[in-house]
């Protein structure tokens, strides 16, 4: 079965500190990957996704950056935080050429930036 | 106008009651559409997708009605494990078939004893 795991759990930054947070899927191969962000009392934002290795495509513009180094890695930076950049981080998957594309989600960074 | 729009609620309903919530959508090419829960402060988790002739799995039944572009999620018999927020999600398949989910803001259900 796939599994879909995140890290850190939990982070707090101070602003102007730079950022690196890992996902990474087992048990599929070729996954399309996401980023989503979930700011306070709002709702889930597509930040980027990748449909292969060094594939990224960004949403929104913003001081964020993925990369996606092996197939089953995706990763998110950033060079300096923004207070703005608090949130949960939440890193999907799905299947390829999947007619509905149904998403599948890890257990989340929950980021604090001071 | 939002892509996806639901009620926040909160919705408090007593155990055992039935609960219905809509959702509606902007963009009529839509082509796959969810519900999601998301309990707090964790990642969501699919509920269940939701199907043109509607679907139904166990107590919860989901309705997709296109010409009107709106989604219901039905709760039957709610128990206190049902409370949690419901993420409406539609999904706009771009190039590829790298579908880009669209979220609801959620509906907050609470069920009390």
């Known amino acids: 079965s796939q599994t879909i795991h995140q890290w850190p759990a939990t982070l707090v930054q101070p602003v102007g500190s730079p950022l690196s947070l890992e996902c990474t899927v087992e048990?599929?191969?070729?996954?399309?990957l996401y980023w989503y962000r979930q700011a306070a009392g709002r709702g889930l934002q597509l930040l980027f996704y990748?449909?292969?290795?060094?594939?990224i495509s960004s949403e929104v513009p913003q001081n964020l950056s993925a990369s996606r180094p092996q197939d089953r890695q995706f990763i998110l930076s950033s060079k300096k935080l923004l207070l703005s950049d608090s949130g949960f981080y939440l890193c999907?998957?799905?299947?390829?050429?999947?007619?509905?594309?149904?998403?599948?989600f890890g257990p989340g960074t929950r980021l604090t930036v001071l | 106008r939002k892509e996806v729009e639901q009620d926040p609620g909160p919705f408090n309903v007593p155990e055992g009651a039935t609960v219905a919530f809509n959702c509606t959508y902007s963009?009529?090419?839509?082509?796959?559409f969810f519900w999601y829960r998301q309990d707090c402060r964790k990642e969501p988790k699919l509920l269940m997708s939701?199907?043109?002739s509607g679907n139904e799995d166990g107590r919860f039944t989901a309705q997709l009605n296109r010409a009107s572009q709106y989604i219901s999620l039905l709760i039957r018999d709610s128990k206190l494990s049902d409370s949690a927020t419901y993420l409406c999600?539609?999904?706009?398949?771009?190039?590829?078939?790298?579908?880009?989910?669209?979220f609801g803001q959620g509906t907050t259900l609470q069920v009390k004893p």
């Open positions: 999907a998957w799905s299947v390829p050429s999947s007619s509905t594309d149904t998403q599948y």
């Open positions: 048990g599929t191969s070729n996954p399309n």
């Open positions: 990748s449909v292969g290795i060094g594939q």
């Open positions: 963009n009529s090419a839509s082509q796959s």
């Open positions: 939701v199907y043109s």
């Open positions: 999600v539609v999904n706009n398949l771009g190039s590829g078939n790298t579908g880009k989910l669209i």
